[in-house]
T-cell receptor, first 112, second 112 residues
Framework: NAGVTQTPKFRVLKTGQSMTLLCAQD?????MYWYRQDPGMGLRLIHY???????AKGEVPDGYNVSRLKKQNFLLGLESAAPSQTSVYFC???????????FGSGTRLTVV | EDQVTQSPEALRLQEGESSSLNCSYT??????LFWYRQDPGKGPEFLFT???AGEEKEKERLKATLTKKESFLHITAPKPEDSATYLC?????????????FGKGTLLTVNP
């Protein structure tokens, strides 16, 4: 049972480039989330999904887009990367809204 | 706006020296309070969910308690492998109940 798998684990982008971060879960969870973690700050919600085909904005959605075409996958896209998007990105999933999350191992993204 | 403050920011203990971590929170209504453990370079690992004041939960050397304004994570006779960053998060029962608001964490170091 893999849980939540994120790819890639590391990436360096140039300003203006685009990329997609992939999150896959094998627990049949309805809810999926993308958070970013920056030094000195708590984890902050970027986007989330309450089920297949649904997405919604979180606290810091600007510059990101998401898609959830299949229940097990949640994709995070950066259309035009900026240095302010340098961060560690975590995907998470949960069975119910008020259950504990299962997090992936993270993607460390550097935008130069 | 939901707020979570964790203290201390860092705590250094000797093996076997018990102590407590604090999580103070402000929410309009509490749906749940969550504790996670995060090791360097990894995603947060779920520990506990507390739903109402007076509730307590235990796991090995860890015990979490909850009041209407704060939660404590008590660590009894810690071992070096308990060294990690401990994160607290709250979920509001109101309009923003889709997200967790995280604190900045307490970095715990247990020396042998």
């Amino acid at each position: 049972n893999a849980g939540v798998t994120q790819t890639p684990k590391f990436r360096v982008l140039k300003t203006g480039q685009s990329m997609t971060l992939l999150c896959a879960q094998d627990m049949n969870h309805e809810y999926m989330y993308w958070y970013r973690q920056d030094p000195g700050m708590g984890l902050r919600l970027i986007h989330y999904s309450v089920g297949e085909g649904t997405t919604a904005k979180g606290e810091v959605p600007d510059g990101y887009n998401v898609s959830r075409l299949k229940k097990q996958n949640f994709l995070l896209g950066l259309e035009s990367a900026a240095p302010s998007q340098t961060s560690v990105y975590f995907c998470a999933s949960s069975l119910q809204l008020n259950y504990g999350y299962t997090f992936g191992s993270g993607t460390r993204l550097t935008v130069v | 706006e939901d707020q979570v403050t964790q203290s201390p920011e860092a705590l250094r203990l000797q093996e076997g020296e018990s102590s407590s971590l604090n999580c103070s929170y402000t929410v309009s209504g509490l749906r749940g309070l969550f504790w996670y453990r995060q090791d360097p370079g990894k995603g947060p690992e779920f520990l506990f969910t507390l739903y109402s004041a007076g509730e307590e939960k235990e796991k090995e050397r860890l015990k979490a308690t909850l009041t209407k304004k704060e939660s404590f994570l008590h660590i009894t006779a810690p071992k070096p492998e308990d060294s990690a960053t401990y994160l607290c998060a709250v979920q509001d029962s109101g309009g923003s109940n889709y997200k967790l608001t995280f604190g900045k964490g307490t970095l715990l170091t247990v020396n042998p």
